[in-house]
């Protein structure tokens, strides 16, 4: 385990011949991961669109013109039910996402912690994405019982500002230290596909492998191009890209989930088998990502019978966050 990798030692495993570097992470895999457990995650938009940021690739911020349709935060018991159908078709981790730029105490957040309590209590591993969070936010959410924050750093910072101007990358870093400070789990990776050159990649995963700690979960998406927003013409990223991405990052951070994540619709089984040989495992099912599309429960449960995959169990790396309280006040 090391946090002190330099971009030049990154760069040489990223470009490193495409099946060695397959090996080398395969053999990195099994060393640290069970290569038949992929963890199944489900990923629920409970507030959307409305976005005031202006996330080149987001078709929820409020200034692109997306068939997105804006709904306010579900309520409570809707959220509940749909955990509990996520966690009966077989996803031991569940996942809310909000379209806010930062988080805010107010009702609507009190709400999230009675959100955050119920599927805790479920026996599911409950994961947010909400913006960036303050460290008394963080605390409090780590009352209610969650265990992961995911904030994602999307790209390198040099190239940050050509995606995202209404948040810095300091912005996003101090987030993922107040929910580190907080003892919540950390969840953190990026997004290739946006106009960005090796050198972003290889950037963002230096990143990512030199935090005093490496994020216990690092989503890899391709991007899916959605109409109205500034990226809409960009063309679809190779599976070859992609398993440079996540061999490289299970090599350097050998303990992390790597989590398949959004851009999985558009491979094919064998596309797919090959990202868990080079150390993905864990995806998230369900018919979206938040509001991009994904592969349907029986694809998902076809792609694992024809894998001899098995769903990995809630909190291997961890005990069940314990509820600091039994009513969170609204």
Known sequence: MRTDWTRAEIAEIYNSPVLDLIYRAATVHRQNHDPQEVQVCTLLSVKTGGCPEDCAYCPQAARYHTNVKVHKLMEVDEVLTAAQRAKDTGSTRFCMGAAWREVRDNRDFDKVLEMVQGVNEMGLEVCCTLGMLSESQAQKLKDAGLYAYNHNLDTSEEYYGDIITTRTYDDRLDTLGHARKAGISVCSGGIIGMGESE???????????????????????????????????????????????????????PKAMVRLSAGRVRMNTEEQALCFLAGANSIFAG????????????????????????????FKNGDQPAVVFEQIPM
């Open 199 to 253: 050198q972003d990649r290889i950037g963002m995963l230096h990143t990512l492998a030199t935090l005093p700690e490496h994020p216990e979960s690092v989503p890899v998406n391709a991007l899916v191009p959605v109409e109205g927003t500034p990226l809409e013409d960009q063309p679809r990223v190779s599976i070859w890209e992609m398993l440079r991405m996540i061999a490289t990052a299970r090599i350097i951070m």
């Open 287 to 314: 018919d979206k990502l938040l509001t991009t599309p994904n592969p349907d429960e029986d694809a998902d449960q076809q792609l694992f019978q024809t894998l001899n995959i098995r769903p990995r169990k809630a």
